[in-house]
């Protein structure tokens, strides 16, 4: 069942090339995205000036991302929300803004009550969503599937990979209707998000890479994530996986504020991923590595090739494939997957179903 491999979340891991092509692939006619094979014309997207994307756990992670690149594709506000706060504080939610939730299983108990709430409000809501005929996707105006098959690992992870997918074509939707960027641009992204998925293949190579990295840290207690723009999302992610499988206690801070306080946890023994791919933050981003390397932490570098920074700032740089800035979390994220998969079987321990956790979570 496992396909040869220990683990379902390294089997699920490996097979992210797979159904990120699957769910990209019949999303993208003659070159631009297309909704219409999920019953979306394109004159749905004409209709909103404000996005809310509502989410728990790794689907949040994913929507963090869908949010910043919504916003820079199309120009239209988006918030994002944990479900379980989005339904007790009374949203504003004006007319002409889509709900879009996220949820692998379709059945998390929060996000299905932020569809009850925007419905209730008489707001559109789309789902994307993992399987099929789920509460969420029932109950959603639409639904969006992504074609990651069954997850059966409860640290989820290409499930992750196709939620960021769906929310690069939506962007790219946005824009292309709202004539924010032009159909060239359009095309050009379209383009770039294939070579991504493509891209994702050669990020598997880094396993060992990432084994190595996973037996510095096999004393660690304590461990940091960090970045700036989407390389805090992806910290975000990155942080989640590790501390539910492996059990190490960590954060994930945005770069420039951990000297606002948290920088006073930094010591020797507290190692930081220093998540650097995005070039036009790469000064500030070294400005940070130094302010923790100064403090003693040892730093693992998660880059991408061709970007400059001191071998003296970090003990170990690994590069990712360098692809635009905007679509980095799709190969970023594996690195950090493979991590933590491998802190949690150098601990030896139960990787796929890890203690007090559930795959789906259908209680408040
Ligand atoms: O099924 P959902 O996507 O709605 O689940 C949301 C979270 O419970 C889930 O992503 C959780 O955080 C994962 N175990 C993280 O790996």
């Known amino acids: 069942k496992k396909g040869g491999f220990d683990h379902f979340m390294l089997k699920e891991i490996f097979e992210q090339p797979q159904v990120l092509s699957d769910t990209i692939h019949p999303r993208i006619i003659d070159g631009f995205p297309s ?43 988006v918030e994002c929300d ?21 949820s692998q299983s379709g059945e998390t108990l929060d996000t299905l009550a932020a569809v009850r709430l925007a419905k209730l409000r008489g707001l559109p809501t789309l789902a994307i969503v993992n399987v099929p005929g789920s509460s969420i996707s029932r109950e959603a105006d639409y639904t969006i599937y992504t074609y990651a098959g069954p997850e059966i690992s409860v640290a989820s992870t290409k499930a992750y990979s196709v939620q960021l997918s769906i929310m690069y074509l939506v962007a790219m939707k946005l824009a292309m209707t709202t004539g924010t960027r032009s159909f060239e641009e359009i ?95 790469l000064s500030k981003m070294i400005g ?33 494939p360098a692809l635009d800035d905007i679509f980095m979390p799709l190969v970023g994220v594996i690195v950090l997957q493979l991590l933590a998969y491998y802190s949690a079987v150098i601990r030896d321990l139960d990787v796929d179903k890890p203690r007090n956790l559930a795959k789906s979570v259908t209680v408040e």
């Open 35 to 77: 909704f219409t094979q999920d019953g979306i014309n394109d004159n749905f997207w004409l209709h909103f000036n404000r996005i809310s994307i509502v989410a728990c756990g790794t689907a949040l992670h994913a929507g963090m991302v869908g949010k910043a690149i919504i916003e820079k594709l199309s120009h239209i506000p």
């Open 82 to 102: 944990i479900a379980s706060e989005f339904r007790y504080r009374n949203p504003i939610m004006t007319k002409n803004t889509l709900v879009i939730v996220i």
């Open 187 to 281: 095309r050009t992204l379209s383009k770039g998000l294939l070579e991504a998925a493509e891209a994702s293949q050669q990020v598997l190579k880094l396993k060992e890479e990432a084994k190595f990295c996973a037996q510095q840290f096999a004393k660690i207690k304590d461990l940091f994530f960090f970045g700036r723009g989407l390389d805090y999302s992806l910290s975000l992610e990155g942080s989640l996986k590790m501390k539910e499988i492996s059990y190490i206690h960590c954060e994930a801070y945005a770069a420039g504020e951990m000297k606002h306080g948290t920088i006073a946890l930094i010591a020797p023994d507290v190692p930081v991923v220093a998540v650097c791919t995005q070039e036009f933050l």
């Open 288 to 320: 940070n590595i130094k302010e923790v390397q100064s403090r003693g932490a040892n730093v693992l570098l998660i880059t991408k090739e061709g970007m400059e920074i001191d071998p003296e700032l970090y003990n170990h740089r690994i590069d990712l």
